[in-house]
Structure formats: structure tokens, C-alpha cells
């Protein structure tokens, strides 16, 4: 039994106060403080979702209350990553995250198709930080801020930075680490809007639970492009669409939203998104704030 661990912070990431707890403890090597806390089979703790999670939560304090269900729907990016899923999609999905490392839910949900789309490094803000040293004692990472697509804090309206801490390798480093590396860089003022546009529609998703209904979505798709003649004659006109959406949103945004692997040619988006089975809520944000859709 652990005996301990720490409260989370409002928007705190769950791999983020594991780090925490590691800190206070000072674990000599990570993996003892990711074998106490997860168990042996354990060998990281994902910065987005932590697997095998069934151990911890059983470890909580009793006066907690905390269940699985509510470490992953409020402190961890998983209602981003089900958000295109049916709720009894998402609870097959919890179920199986007790006991199962993280890429159960990559394979699941197709996270591990949309790869490109993760951050590189874990991001924060530094008007945030400065807030939660205030308010806490120290900085923590927010779930928030290492959502894909979320480029700004929704709270300050200003550019994320990346740290040095790497995303896919960070097992339990916690944002005391931090350290700047370069600044994402100032976009236009169009480019902005988008941008604080994605970064609500995020914020939505996870804190209020809000769903991306891929049927409805599509027959919505189908209407918007038949009204805008992008479908003429029932033919759908991949490169007018593609273009079109490059030029709405720019290359350089969409680079920044890490689209470059669409190499400024959006036709392959285009017939994902419009094609499915697609489960990127990334990329149906981009559609939908291109066809003027608003998230319900
Ligand atoms: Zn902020």
C-alpha cells in the first residue's frame, strides 16, 4: 500500500500528480515509484492515460471517493479520445483500462493511426504556472494544455510553450522539470481565432462531456458540401474541397495543428474525414469549423 497520494489539482493530469508523489518521496529510479503505484507489469505511465489503473485507484485513500471513471473523465485526456465513441463504447473501453496497459485505448479509439497529431512535448502556460505556484506552491502539467490540436490556453488566450519534457517517452516527470525551449511561435490574427476556436471546442469535449456524433456528422457533412457545390451532381470534388481548406486555414496553421504529414495536400484528410471510419476528433474539428458546424 502506498498510504499516500497526492490531491489532484483542478485540470492536473493523473501522470502528473504520480510525478508529484514520486517527487515527494524521492524515488531513487521512476520504476519503483511506477511498480509501487501500478503495479510490476507496469513499465510507464502514459503522460495522456495511464493503463492499469485498477491498482491505484484501490490504493486511494478511502476518504477519496475517487473511481476509475471519474480519474479518467477529469484528469486525464480519455472523453477527448472517445468523444467520436458511443457512451457503450467508451464503457467497454474503461472496463478493459483496469488491467491493460494504455494501447488497449489507442487500438480501440485509432489513436495510433492519428500519432502525428500528439505532441512531441509536454506544454504549458506560463501565466498558468505562475497562477498555480500562487495559488498551489508549485506548477503542475494540465490535461488541457497536451490536448491535440490545443495550441493557446483557453484561460489567458496566449501561445502554449513546449518544455523539454518528451510526451511519449515522460514517465513521471513532473512540471517542476520544466524548461523552455522555444516559443510555438506567433501566428496571424485569423489564425489566432482558429485557434482559440479548437482550443474551446477542446476544453468543451472535456469538461463538459460534449460529443462528436459521427452519424449525424456525416449526413450534416453531406448537406453543408451539396449546399456549398463542393458534391455537384453527387460527385464529391476532392481537390476543390482540399484546396479550399488549405487556403481557410493556411498551411502554416495547419502545420502547427500538425497536419504537414497531409504535405499541404488535404485531399487525404478530406476522404477520411468524409469517408470514415475516422475517430480523430481533431480532424472533424477542422472539418466542421471549415463548414461553418458548430460543436453541438
Ligand atoms: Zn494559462
Not at 490531491?7 to 519503483?32: G, I, V
Not at 512531441?120 to 490536448?147: A, M, N, T
Not at 497531409?262 to 474539428?285: F, I, W
Amino acid at each position: 500500500m502506498i498510504g499516500w497520494f497526492p490531491n489532484l489539482y483542478p485540470d492536473e493530469l493523473l501522470s502528473s500528480a504520480c510525478a508529484r508523489y514520486a517527487d515527494t518521496f524521492r524515488y531513487p529510479a521512476r520504476m519503483s515509484a511506477i511498480s509501487d503505484l501500478f503495479g510490476d507489469r507496469c513499465s510507464r505511465v502514459a503522460y495522456d492515460v495511464p493503463g492499469q489503473l485498477n491498482r491505484l485507484v484501490s490504493q486511494l485513500p478511502s476518504n477519496s471517493g475517487i473511481t476509475l471513471e471519474e480519474l479518467l473523465y477529469r484528469h486525464t485526456l480519455f472523453p477527448f479520445y472517445v468523444s467520436t465513441r458511443s457512451p457503450e463504447k467508451a464503457r467497454h473501453i474503461i472496463a478493459a483500462l483496469g488491467d491493460s496497459p494504455a494501447t488497449v485505448l489507442y487500438r480501440a479509439v485509432g489513436m495510433i493511426t492519428y500519432r502525428q497529431h500528439c505532441p512531441q512535448y509536454l506544454r504549458f502556460c506560463d501565466e498558468c504556472v505562475k497562477e498555480d505556484v500562487s495559488l498551489y506552491g508549485e506548477p503542475y502539467w494540465h490535461r488541457l494544455h497536451q490536448i491535440p490540436g490545443v495550441l493557446l490556453c483557453t484561460k489567458h488566450e496566449c501561445h502554449l510553450m513546449e518544455s523539454k519534457v518528451g510526451a511519449q517517452g515522460a514517465s513521471l516527470v513532473s512540471a517542476k522539470t520544466r524548461t523552455t525551449t522555444m516559443n510555438t511561435g506567433r501566428t496571424s490574427r485569423s489564425a489566432n481565432g482558429h485557434l482559440l476556436g479548437f482550443a474551446n471546442d477542446a476544453r468543451r469535449i472535456v469538461e463538459e462531456g460534449v460529443l462528436i456524433q459521427l452519424s449525424g456528422l456525416r449526413f450534416q457533412y453531406r448537406t453543408k458540401l451539396e449546399s456549398t457545390e463542393f458534391i455537384w451532381n453527387d460527385r464529391l470534388s476532392t481537390d476543390k474541397l482540399g484546396q479550399a481548406i488549405t487556403g481557410f486555414y493556411t498551411s502554416n496553421l495547419l502545420h502547427q495543428l500538425s497536419f504537414s504529414a497531409y504535405s499541404n495536400d488535404m485531399r487525404k484528410l478530406v476522404n477520411r474525414v468524409l469517408g470514415g471510419p475516422n475517430y480523430h476528433p481533431l480532424e472533424h474539428l477542422v472539418m466542421m469549423r471549415f463548414l461553418h458546424m458548430p460543436l453541438a
